[in-house]
C-alpha cells in the first residue's frame, strides 16, 4: 500500500510543477513592458498594380468519348444548293424575297406528321406543310431542303443555309 501512496505523491508534485510554470508565465506576459507609443507615422511607397493578361481557353471536338471509348462520326460538309426563283411577269421587281432559312425539323416516331423550323426575317416559326406565315407559304420539304412560296415566286432553301 506505501508503493501507491509514494506514486500518489510523485504525480501530486508533478502537477504542482507544471501549473506553477504555467501561472509563472503567464505574469511574466502580463507584466512585460509595453512597446513606446508612436510618435510618428512612416510613409509607405506602394508599387504599382500590373494588371496579368487573362487566360483563355478554347474548347475543342473530340473524336472519341474519353470515358465510354465512342468514336463519333465525321461530319461531311453539307452540300450547298443553288435556290430557283421563279418569277411571274407583272410581279413586282422591287418586292424582295424575305430573308428565310430552315433550322430543322420536329418530328415524333412513328408518325408522319412533322414540324419544320423555319426562320422568316429573323424571327424563328414552326410550321407544318401548307401553312403560311407573313405570306410565306411552306409547300414541301424533307429533311434536307424546303420549298417556300412568297407571291408566286417560289424558292428552295437547303438545311442551316444562310439567308441570301
Known sequence: MKSNKTKTYILLAAVAIIWGIIIYKVVQGMKGDL????????????????LKKRDTFSIKDLPKDPFLGIVYKKEQPKAKFTSITTVPAGDNPYDSFPRVSYDGILKRPGTTNSIYVVK?????????????????????????????????RTKTISYNETPQ
Open 35 to 50: 512597446p513606446p507609443p508612436i510618435e510618428s507615422v512612416a510613409t509607405t511607397a506602394f508599387n504599382e498594380v500590373t
Open 120 to 152: 422568316i426575317n429573323g424571327k424563328q416559326h414552326l410550321l407544318k406543310l401548307n401553312q403560311e406565315v407573313d405570306s410565306v407559304r411552306l409547300t414541301k420539304a424533307n429533311d434536307k431542303t424546303i420549298i417556300v412560296r412568297y407571291k408566286n
